[in-house]
């Protein structure tokens, strides 16, 4: 009944209106949607319930391991107090079940004294052995002492409970840079028989992948390195690795401070490489976002795995090039291509979460825009053509779909309110002739909205373009993160600070797309 109200007073309105190009329906307000399009300028408050982090401070890198015991992730990650406040970076840790929902936050491991190595902690990972207990290996750092940093550990029996072992701890071996020693990722090895341990490293100038073997988790030898990633990576950060079906991946987050800040991953037949980008007909998107997921590592319940890592609480690189560590944690179900590739889709958890309808209206539009109902026919027309849809007060999840086979730039934009003389756009380019060369999902910084021009670059990730170019959208919006997700094999997550309870638009800026299914949701109350 409330949809038949709402759609009897939109057509009520195109009844009673002119047919210009530019109409206003403020005047008419629906049940449930508030149509006003004056910006609000909202301070975030209160917890997260989706892109989880915790009430005070922020996410760091994390360190997800999947308990069988318990069908319990256990999400250990670096804890981010900022301003000075606490002691710097100890472990903390949250529980989820399905990557939507996070239950308790405890301090997993601590750090030590100022002048002690564990001033800092770093990243690690996390292990059982065959008696069921937990270790813990992790990095510790204190940029005062030589070396700067040393792999340590803490072990287990209940999962929450951790006791330092003093006793371990090692440094990088002679030829290495003694202060670039850090990130541990240990996994076992059946091809060895053994567990090994990836540490990220440097070796004449070069980003590496020490490794180290051991049968009982406590003693470990070194053994040849991993040295050839195709990558230009100065430090290859918090690595990961594991198999799924008879290929082995390799992941690690790029340091250097460029537009290619970001998570990448690697292929192989065995677990010591050759370690190869993986191509399939649509190309080699090695990436699995673009640079607001950074320091992804992964998880599997035995059947399916799960990529976290964190969006920056930074909208745009600060003074070093580099958005702010820290922030939101995002997770992205993997899902494996016959040819090996590895595509990232909306976890199950986190879509099935937004599962109440939420009304929804364009309140205005420009240039050659008709329809209702959901469907929208738009049309470039000397100018970017748009509708713009009312605030959503609530986090909600968009779907539908866009028929762009007569087009080939179109896309979303948030904080579309009063004059629109700043919003931040998703564009769609289906293009090879942007600086990348590739098709891509783009966020921009716009200032001049009505022709589209994109002053301020901020963030891009590839796009795979279907033959038939239409694309099945869903977009999760929570607060000040948006994460795009497109035809079940693209993720793109965003930190938008505008976007919060204020109008966004659907746009195109050629040709024309047609637009269908558009359902709004939200988390029953």
Known sequence: MR?????????????????????NIENVI?????????????VESGAYSTFYKPQNGYVGD???????????????YLQDWRNGAGTDHPIYCTTTKDYSSFSGLTQSIGTGESNSQEAYLGTGSFIKNSEGKLYGFYTGHNGNLYPAEKIMLATS????TFTKVPSFTFEAPDGYDKNTFRDPCVYYDPTK???????TVVKDGKGILARYASVDLENWNIIAPLTDFDSDAEILECPDIFKMGNKWYLLFSRINRDEHRKTFYRIADSPDGPWKRCEDEKGHHETFDGLYLYAGKTASNGTERYLSGWCSTGQEVNGN????????????????????KLYTTISEGVDNKFNTPADYLMVKSKGDVSGEDGTYLMRYQDGRSYGLFNRNTVPVKIELSIDASQSSRFGFSFGACDDLSEVYSVTFDLT?????????????????????????????TPLIVPEDNVFDIKIVIEKSICVVYVNNNVAFSNRIYKMNKNPWTIFVDDGQIEVSDISVYKIAN
């Open 432 to 460: 090879s002739s942007n600086k990348w060369s590739v098709p891509a999902l783009f966020l921009y910084k716009e200032s001049i909205y009505s022709t589209g021009s994109y002053t301020n670059e901020l963030n891009f």
């Open 30 to 42: 629906p049940l449930q949607v508030d149509t006003t399009t004056s910006c609000r300028s909202v």
């Open 3 to 23: 949809f038949q109200l709402l759609l009897l007073t939109y057509i009520f309105l195109l009844i009673n209106t002119s047919c210009s190009k530019d109409n």
């Open 321 to 340: 090039n580099e958005l702010d560590w820290a922030g939101n944690l995002i997770t992205h179900k993997l899902v494996q291509q016959p040819s090996g």
């Open 157 to 160: 029996t209940d999962m929450r």
């Open 62 to 76: 994390p360190m997800p391991y999947y308990n069988m015991d318990d069908n319990v992730c256990y999400l250990f």
């Open 193 to 199: 028989s053994a567990y090994v341990m990836l540490v």
